[in-house]
């Protein structure tokens, strides 16, 4: 069975810092491309990151140039979403995807997982 768990989201100030997590099991983590994308209330889903197999090359959304990174451990089978500089735009719901591309559109990716919810108040 497989399995994407979300962990790191909360409520933070803006202008501050979250480091999400998601761990990754029942696949093989080194043959999938690895992606967040994040969804608030009334609004389609939305592409944040994503992060090739081998973790050479990583793919941004628009609004989050510069400021987000992504990276993944697969000795911990893991992937992870540094936010920095965070906007009360940056309020959703994040969730992590397994995928054969890193895509931009959500249909593409084949596994999810819950989501964290990550609340920047201004």
């Known amino acids: 069975q497989v399995q994407l768990v979300e962990s790191g989201g909360g409520l933070v100030q803006a202008g501050n810092s979250l480091r999400l997590s998601c761990v990754v099991s029942?696949?093989?983590?080194?043959?999938?491309?690895m992606g967040w994308f994040r969804q608030s209330p009334g609004k389609e889903r939305e592409f944040v990151m994503a992060?090739?197999?081998?973790?050479?090359?990583?793919v941004s959304g628009d609004s989050v140039k510069g400021r987000f990174t992504i990276s993944r451990d697969s000795d911990k089978n893991a992937v992870y979403l540094q936010m920095n500089s965070l906007e009360p735009e940056d309020t959703a719901v994040y969730y992590c995807?397994?995928?054969?591309?890193?895509?931009?559109?959500?249909?593409?990716?084949?596994?999810w997982g819950r989501g964290t919810q990550v609340t920047v108040s201004s």
């Open positions: 029942g696949l093989r983590f080194s043959a999938y491309a």
């Open positions: 995807a397994a995928g054969g591309v890193p895509s931009t559109l959500a249909r593409h990716w084949n596994y």
């Open positions: 992060i090739s197999r081998g973790g050479g090359n990583t």
